[in-house]
């Protein structure tokens, strides 16, 4: 009797007793012929594949951590200068941007202060710094410091 055949015939042996062993069975013989047609030397010998469940939770989180991963590579990052450092690990950063005017295209300036976590009190006032948004620290801090790109003037006293 061929493997085939003896594969076909532990199928409807475990058809009569389970449906749910029958979907098993079908899965089993399926892997068993690719693996026997791939190997004719010792198919008994072929290597255990692990339960489809298993590695679909595998594959299932791997991919939610890639997502997760993209998702916070996409947080905005924003450039400012450091307005005050008067707070205990908080700076409020001012960020410029230039505005094209919809109707009479001319640009203008508009200027925003962010409030932004600084963990080591390292930022001074005119510091040009980089923040990203974060989740919300207080009432109005929502952003966090990324990276000191260039230190500002130095005080007389300091």
């Known amino acids: 009797?061929?493997?085939?055949?003896?594969?076909?015939?532990?199928?409807?042996?475990?058809?009569?007793?389970?449906?749910?062993?029958?979907?098993?069975?079908t899965e089993e013989t399926a892997a068993?012929?690719?693996e026997a047609s791939s190997s004719d030397a010792e198919p008994e010998t072929a290597a255990v594949q692990e339960p489809s469940s298993v590695a679909a939770v595998q594959e299932a989180s791997a991919e939610g951590a890639a997502?997760?991963?993209?998702?916070?590579?996409?947080?905005?990052?924003?450039?400012?200068?450091?307005?005050?450092?008067?707070?205990?690990k908080t700076i409020v950063v001012m960020v410029e941007r230039r505005k094209a005017h919809p109707l009479y295209k001319k640009y203008y300036t508009r200027r925003k202060k962010f409030l932004a976590h600084d963990e080591q009190?390292?930022?001074?006032?005119?510091?040009v710094?980089?923040?990203?948004?974060?989740?919300?620290?207080?009432?109005?801090?929502?952003?966090?410091?990324?990276?000191?790109?260039?230190?500002?003037?130095?005080?007389?006293?300091?």
Do not use: H
Request: aromatic letters at 2%; glycine letters at 8%.
């Open 32 to 34: 068993g012929n690719v």
């Open 67 to 88: 997502q997760r991963q993209k998702r916070r590579g996409q947080r905005r990052r924003l450039v400012g200068v450091v307005v005050s450092d008067k707070m205990d």
């Open 121 to 127: 009190n390292e930022c001074r006032v005119g510091d």
């Open 1 to 25: 009797m061929s493997e085939q055949e003896r594969n076909s015939v532990e199928v409807s042996e475990a058809t009569q007793s389970d449906p749910a062993a029958e979907e098993m069975a």
């Open 129 to 158: 710094v980089q923040i990203m948004e974060t989740r919300p620290l207080s009432r109005r801090k929502r952003w966090r410091l990324v990276k000191i790109l260039e230190r500002g003037q130095q005080r007389g006293g300091q």
